[in-house]
């Protein structure tokens, strides 16, 4: 007679680790933004009036569906998870691609998944498509226990303006927290109501904007409060991806330049200073790899580390990213102030993602209060 079968318990450990699934997307998503999202080409965005890459928005979206990675396949989205979404981050870094990928995909998206109702269904699915782009009308620099501005409902419309609105200028619905504690869908092309007014952006691949509501008609989605803070917490913890990204490219980059820079008919990375530079950054991505990944891991697997998992990945990550970006500047030397050689797009990005979603220092102050090490 056969005896009982040993119980299997699932490991409690985070997968750090990419699976060949995810390195297949990251294979497919960085063929896509080698082709179709050069330097060169971001650089000419910067400087035009349309910011935004549609056409590389619509690759990405609605042709390769990555738009609803986090949308249960029920709701028209890919049943994916936050280590997909982390791994499409990771490579749109290093491209410092300009799509609000991170903005719709992720936390807009983020807020509806906790919406209720048949609108926010509605709209769900449409930003899943990609078709249709979101964005939360909360400031950037939101944390996510952080206090955020609302405005005003009166009659079905919304009164009342907020700054700091990243990638309000590429949505087509904005999701607005309320002062009566509800979360509303306003169509952003609503130029009678809703004034989007372009605020001076330090990364200019991810602008930020004030809107104003005047009499803006509004479809309630849900509650305020529990979206913005799943959204928030999301956005957060996903950022430390694109962070990664972008400190990845710089460190890669600068290696490369060093082997081929000559000095004194040598490499200039032959020269053991340098060397012992590149290796500490090394170490510190290395780091924000695992930071990183963790906080993927967390989100999607619904840790109930979630918090402090996120909280980690943004202490460390910001100030990472930074340096790494002004290291990479500055021993490309003369060829990195150039306004031709993108690393000044690296640098830009790494700056304005320190103060996304909350500060290395108050994600320390947060993550402080988390683990009940408050200071004395």
């Known amino acids: 007679m056969e005896g009982p079968r040993p119980m299997t318990t699932r490991s409690t450990q985070p997968d750090l680790l990419y699976s060949e699934e995810e390195e297949a997307l990251r294979a497919v ?25 549609r056409a590389l928005w619509k690759a990405l979206a609605d042709g390769m569906g990555l738009a609803g990675l986090l949308v249960p396949e029920a709701q028209g989205g890919q049943g994916a998870s936050h280590r997909e979404a982390a791994v499409v981050l990771e490579e749109l870094g290093r491209a410092v691609a300009p799509v609000p990928y991170l903005t719709s995909a992720v936390v807009a998206t ?53 700054t700091g609105i990243a990638d309000a200028a590429a949505a087509d619905v904005l999701l607005v927290p309320a002062e009566d504690g509800g979360l509303y869908a306003v169509n952003a092309d609503d130029t009678a109501t809703v004034t989007i007014t372009p605020q001076v952006s330090f990364d200019l691949t991810r602008p930020v904007a004030t809107v104003t509501f005047e009499g803006a008609p509004a479809r309630r989605v849900g509650a305020a409060e529990p979206a913005v803070r799943r959204a928030l917490r999301a956005g957060a913890g996903l950022l430390a991806s694109e962070q990664l990204g972008v400190a990845d490219w710089c460190l890669t980059e600068t290696v490369r330049y060093l082997k081929e820079r000559k000095q004194f008919n040598r490499p200039v990375g032959g020269f053991q200073a340098l ?98 090490l408050r200071a004395p």
């Open 110 to 162: 983020e807020a509806l998944l906790a919406g209720e109702g048949d609108e926010a269904a509605k709209l769900l699915a449409a930003l899943a498509s990609g078709r249709t782009v979101g964005a939360l009308a909360v400031a950037l620099s939101v944390a996510p226990g952080g206090a955020y501005r609302a405005v005003r409902h009166e009659d079905g419309a919304l009164h009342g303006e907020l």
């Open 29 to 53: 998503v960085r063929d896509l933004l080698r082709d179709h999202c050069g330097a060169a080409d971001v650089i000419a965005r910067t400087e035009s009036d349309a910011p935004h890459d």
């Open 275 to 372: 060397k012992h530079r590149l290796a500490q950054l090394w170490l510190e991505v290395v780091s924000l790899r695992a930071a990183a990944r963790n906080a993927a891991d967390a989100l999607a697997t619904g840790s109930a580390d979630s918090d402090v998992a996120v909280a980690v990945a943004q202490a460390y990550a910001a100030p990472v990213a930074v340096r790494t970006a002004e290291e990479a500047l500055q021993l490309h030397g003369g060829l990195g102030m150039t306004w031709e050689h993108p690393v000044h797009l690296y640098l830009k990005r790494a700056k304005a993602d320190s103060i996304a979603y909350g500060t290395a220092g108050g994600h320390r102050e947060a993550l402080a209060e988390l683990v009940d």
